[in-house]
């Protein structure tokens, strides 16, 4: 019981750090309310002033995080100051694309519904609309059971993360068969926006497919949409609006 | 009219069973609350004391299901302290699973709308997500019309619940062609997960048909998905996340 | 302006009629609730004191129809107490579903989005869920151009009407195409099960064609679940659900 | 910041051309509402008083437009207060919209979801229901890469607008590829009401294709049904449904 009580620790975080964590939970809850997750699935960023750590709540549903529930690990995913409460068993999906990638700040890793009939068939999931061109030219498959045999389907460990972070490769999004996906990005605005547009690039062509065949966009539309997309402009345009949906009013960073 | 108000007896049920009483109530909401349930449908708990014992609701829709709704029913689907308030037609499913099946204590019928496309097609319903697993490898269709030729498709003799708890035999869900499902598990909060996960498996897996040839999880996946879909952690998570959904924000077992 | 105001008349109602009225703008906003009208569509109860005559809104969206602005009309369709406030065009539905059929106390005429798409196409929706028997056995379509060439596709005066009525027939629903659907029971509770199952219908058979042949309810069980259906148990718990989740918390008839 | 705060300038319209503006706010918040327009998408009238000018919103998300950020135009889209606030890169789709066809007043950008598969796959959307008759008898689809190759599928200068606004023709609809759609009608009324059943005319129209061949609405019935859509009484029906339902429960003009 005590376990599950935040303790009364203060770390001593730069308001640069306390900024990012607010947004954190912000992060949270706008992909709680656009369905991205459910009471699985998880966002992180990148410690902004040490590359080795990273800040990811504790084993709670996204749409009740709060600041307090936010925990500091290092890139092997070991807490920082543990107390004992419950952790994601996950994490190591977030250590490993850290480690493998610095250019990576922020990681979501979701199971958003109309990403799985893509994950379970073999892929093909590409951009055919403009705000979707984020997502990357080719959206890769992630099999667990391809390094692993039969498991539960979860990375719960650092090998596990090395595997999947190398199917990442350079990509921004991977799927995982049979679970969901992970978008990896640059800064936590944009690690919401691409696993927004993911999700609703997934179920407009799974809707496409059925009317004929595909005109997805050229590599080179693929390029300059993803410029587009992540122009402030519209990143901020799109925060404003999924945080008001999703309860904020105020302290938007717009 | 003075049968349709709850009667002032006061059953002196301990507080371990009124505790169960409790969360027998919150699961109502969240199962109409995350659509279920409509109007129709019922979710039920054996008698934590008394094998020979269980609690469902008066007949009302779950959604608005108070504790002092609940009655206590037994095995033969007889109440111990009628009333004379309307109850269910469709208790046999309950009372005959829970006569068949020792290891069963908890209950969920239901008309969830993915399912139904499922059972008037001959079935084939099977897990491909890890949150699915514990749907179990396969999902049997009854068809009433196999024991008793055309009726109003209800279950309301102990010869019906008799021959649908024989087709469930040792599964824990199973279809009802032109009707809906049950669900049949260890504890309230898993027959609420294995309901919610039902549903969403249905309709992935139609949506994921319709790209391709379907990898669902192998054998050895199930077994080890259904694991870890049952453990406290997962099980704990995602109560509070459709309890606090259906407007419980305190009193969560968690 | 002023001929958007309701007038100050009282019409000397009978309380059984007042009490009718009540439950009418009830059905309303259940009807705009359940997603079965938008802005058009509409419902209407024959008098239940004069068989010549019937009830119906003014011209207004129903999620907005209060007791005011319920009007009272002949089988022609004209207004009994004309006072200059816009009426529905297609009242003549109504009026000539009453005026042919004298068993029909409740008719609902709507433009449910599941039942667009079997409107153009020809036809076929027949039950497969055991509240849906309640639909009839079959439902029919009613092609306007074939009594009438090129029209609006309103139903905007009695010849119209009558046509209409006769494809409806014996039936309590029939398609209507490139429009919508016309649903005629004996009471406003059942036009309003019966309106809302058939909309969950038509939504599910398009589901279950894709999967494969669809095991449809046998003429028998049809006639046996449209019994079950109307049983006033049946008819009470569904209405008190809709009605709550629409806002109406006290004042039902259950 | 300063630049993104509202300027206490008080230009001097008149009553007219401020309740013009007062609807085009409710405008905004009703395709928000309806999901025709998420965080992207605007809608914009011509000045009621001068031809040669036009108002739309700064760059902001429609569902928080209130009437401090409309601003003012000229037909190549310069601002004709330049205030230093952001404004949608995309603005001459309405600027030469409305330089090329004097008879529009009012209209709309969005990325409906339903309409994208059509846009990636040939067009061939087509009114189906009598309230979708005013989308026209075609839908265009324009492709940006067939006269400028490879972009970002923006619409931002003036030759871009040029192409569009060829291509929409004599239309009131036209889709963009990979993008979404453009909507221009005679008024603001209008030009909510042909967007929003331009997008449910789409979802109707993929789930008709897959139950069978489609009757679409004869050339005559799309312009009898145009005529009956456009009807005052149509319109203040559907604008007071649909801004009651986005919270503007005054000052409705019906």
């Known amino acids: 019981m005590a376990k599950k009580k ?6 001593a975080f730069s308001k640069t750090v306390e900024a ?10 706008i992909l709680a ?23 990811l709540a504790r084993s709670r549903s996204p749409e009740f995080v709060e600041r307090g529930d936010i925990l ?20 190591p999906i977030h250590g490993r694309l850290y480690k493998q990638r610095p250019d990576v700040k922020a990681v979501c890793h979701n199971h958003a519904h ?9 892929g093909g999931l590409k951009p055919l609309l403009h705000v979707a061109g984020c ?23 650092n090998d596990m993360g090395d595997s999947l972070a190398r ?5 921004r999004t991977c799927l995982m068969r049979g679970h969901g996906a992970v978008v990896a990005t640059h800064d936590l605005k944009s690690v919401v ?6 999700m609703v690039n997934a179920a407009l062509q799974k809707e496409a497919r059925a009317l004929g065949t595909v005109k997805f966009l050229s590599p080179a539309e693929v390029k300059l949409t993803e410029q587009m997309n992540f122009k402030e402009r519209s990143q901020n345009r799109a925060w404003e609006y999924w945080a008001r949906r999703a309860g904020f009013k105020t302290a938007i960073n717009v």
Do not use: C, Q
């Not at 109309?114 to 073999?122: E, Q, Y």
């Not at 926006?193 to 993911?198: D, G, Q, S, T």
């Open 72 to 91: 500091e690990f290092d890139l092997d995913s070991n807490p920082i100051s543990p107390d004992g409460r419950t952790m994601y068993s996950e994490r």
């Open 20 to 29: 990012a964590l607010a947004d954190l939970v912000i992060a949270n809850r």
């Open 167 to 171: 199917k990442v490769s350079r990509n």
């Open 33 to 55: 309310n656009e369905n991205v997750i459910d009471a699985f699935g998880h966002v992180s960023i990148r410690h902004p002033e040490r590359a080795d750590r990273y800040f």
């Open 6 to 11: 935040a303790p009364a620790r203060k770390p």
């Open 114 to 122: 109309s990403l799985i009939p893509f994950g379970v068939t073999g």
């Open 193 to 198: 926006f691409v696993a927004i547009y993911l």
């Open 135 to 157: 997502i990357g030219a080719e959206v890769p498959v992630w099999d667990i059971s391809e390094d692993f045999g039969d498991t539960d389907l979860l990375v719960t460990n």
